[in-house]
Structure formats: structure tokens, C-alpha cells
């Protein structure tokens, strides 16, 4: 098994504050917008997108939950046993403006499973989708990001692989070949 840096700590951390600003772009002082961090890995991101908004942009409040999409995966049943987050999501998204947050968009199941799943909240006004690694020839569903970090061409015997200091010790973006 072998392994190819895609990013570095540093083209992360320029890459987070690029989609930031595009955030701030479209949703200025996000009082009708929630990020929605999709469990488990799309929760660093988010967070972290936070703390920039927050921090450089001086925004007061933003709407952050985390959306667990277990139950919601059209494989839930069909053999591996799936491990489910929880879900924090402390406000309605009812008309709203809501922007789903994942580390990497593979086939797109899982932002179905999440269209799905968000329902259980409100119906939003606008969904949008913001993704740092975008894999873009090995999706399943007509699903594209709103705003990306990286778009990488993978085959599909290769795999994406996230790491975040908060939980891996490190910020790196891994291609991994088997």
C-alpha cells in the first residue's frame, strides 16, 4: 500500500480560508443560513470553517449542527454493521439557507442519505454543499458541491484520505493506493 500527499497543513489552511470567504460571499452575516457538519468526518470541517468565520470575519452567530446520516444510507442492513454518530442540530432549518459540510464527495450517496435526513428539521429554503476533496469521476447520483477545495481525479481502487489535527494529530490529505 502506497501514499501520495495531496495537501499539506499549509494548502489546507489556505484552502479552509478560500472557502470562508466564499461562504461569507453568498451568506454575509448568516442569520438565515446553518452549517451542517455530516457525521463523523464533515464535523472537523465544519468546525473548523467556524472558527475562521468567527475569528477573520468577526461573525457573531452562526447555526452549526451535525447531521447523522446512518439510518438514512440506502445500505443500512445490507451486511457491514454501521456504527451511528449522533446528531446535534439545536435549531430548525425551516426556511433557511442550510450548507451540508463533508470532508470528501465520492459517489454522493451520502449527501442523499443527509437531503433525506435533514427533512426531520424543517424544510430549508436552499440547500448548498461544500466539500474539500471532490472526487469527481466516481460519482453514483447527479450531486456537484457548491464550493470545493480540491477536485482530484482517483480511480476507484484508490481512496481519499482525510486527517485532521484535532482527531489524527495532523493536517494532511492522503491518496492512498492499495
Not at 446512518?70 to 449522533?86: H, M, P, Q, V
Request: net charge positive.
Amino acid at each position: 500500500m502506497s501514499q501520495k500527499v495531496l495537501l499539506t497543513s499549509k494548502e489546507i489552511n489556505i484552502i479552509l480560508h478560500r472557502l470562508a470567504c466564499q461562504l461569507m460571499e453568498n451568506h454575509l452575516d448568516f442569520k438565515d443560513t446553518a452549517l451542517i457538519g455530516i457525521q463523523p468526518r464533515g464535523v472537523f470541517l465544519a468546525e473548523r470553517l467556524v472558527k475562521i468565520l468567527k475569528k477573520e470575519y468577526k461573525i457573531k452567530h452562526i447555526d452549526l449542527g451535525f447531521l447523522d446520516i446512518t439510518f438514512f444510507r440506502d445500505d443500512f442492513g445490507r451486511g457491514e454493521i454501521l456504527k451511528a454518530n449522533s446528531t446535534q442540530m439545536n435549531f430548525l432549518v425551516e426556511d433557511k439557507k442550510v450548507v451540508f459540510i463533508d470532508d470528501v464527495l465520492y459517489t454522493g450517496r451520502s449527501i442523499r442519505s443527509a437531503l433525506t435526513a435533514i427533512q426531520s428539521f424543517g424544510r430549508p429554503s436552499n440547500i448548498e454543499l461544500l466539500t474539500l476533496i471532490d472526487r469527481r469521476f466516481s460519482r453514483h447520483l447527479p450531486i456537484q458541491p457548491t464550493y470545493r477545495g480540491r477536485q482530484v481525479d482517483a480511480i476507484n481502487e484508490e481512496k481519499v484520505k482525510v486527517m485532521w489535527e484535532e482527531n489524527d494529530g495532523e493536517d494532511k490529505v492522503y491518496l492512498v493506493s492499495k
